[in-house]
């Protein structure tokens, strides 16, 4: 698909790992929108803890993105465990760029998808497919 990725690549996303995995990890620091003094209303969205934004920053990279993904066939994927852990690279770059993209369609998708504990699981293939590559 891309050119073949780093080390530091692996690694940058690979720290947030432990952050997504913890049980008391809240991706959501509040919520916004509603009713506003003028009486108009506002369509609700996330406001994210930086490291939720530094995630979406470092998985929307070039090297990360497949601009051919079919959105379906992840939502798909990205719901059966089974089918992510045994993902392959070009899988995972397909499932990075649906959670980042998500986001610009559906305010809260990624917030979702780090609480259901999908992204983890990504993450969790993305550190096997590493240490399998021995990169």
Do not use: N
């Not at 930086?50 to 070039?62: G, H, L, N, T």
């Not at 992840?74 to 760029?97: C, F, G, H, K, N």
Request: glycine share 6%; proline share 6%; charged share 25%.
């Amino acid at each position: 698909m891309t050119a073949r990725l780093t080390k530091a690549e692996f690694d940058e996303l690979l720290a947030f790992l432990p952050v997504f995995s913890s049980p008391d990890f809240c991706p959501v620091q509040q919520m916004h929108g509603g009713r506003g003094v003028d009486g108009t209303m506002q369509f609700p969205w996330p406001e994210y803890c930086p490291e939720v934004e530094r995630f979406i920053q470092s998985a929307s990279k070039d090297c990360w993105q497949d601009y051919h993904y079919s959105p379906e066939a992840m939502a798909e994927m990205i719901a059966d465990p089974e089918q992510v852990q045994s993902a392959t690279l070009d899988q995972i770059r397909s499932l990075l760029t649906y959670c980042v993209r998500g986001e610009r369609f559906c305010d809260g998708h990624i917030g979702h998808l780090i609480e259901a504990g999908h992204v983890a699981r990504i993450l969790e293939r993305l550190k096997e497919i590493m240490h399998r590559q021995k990169i």
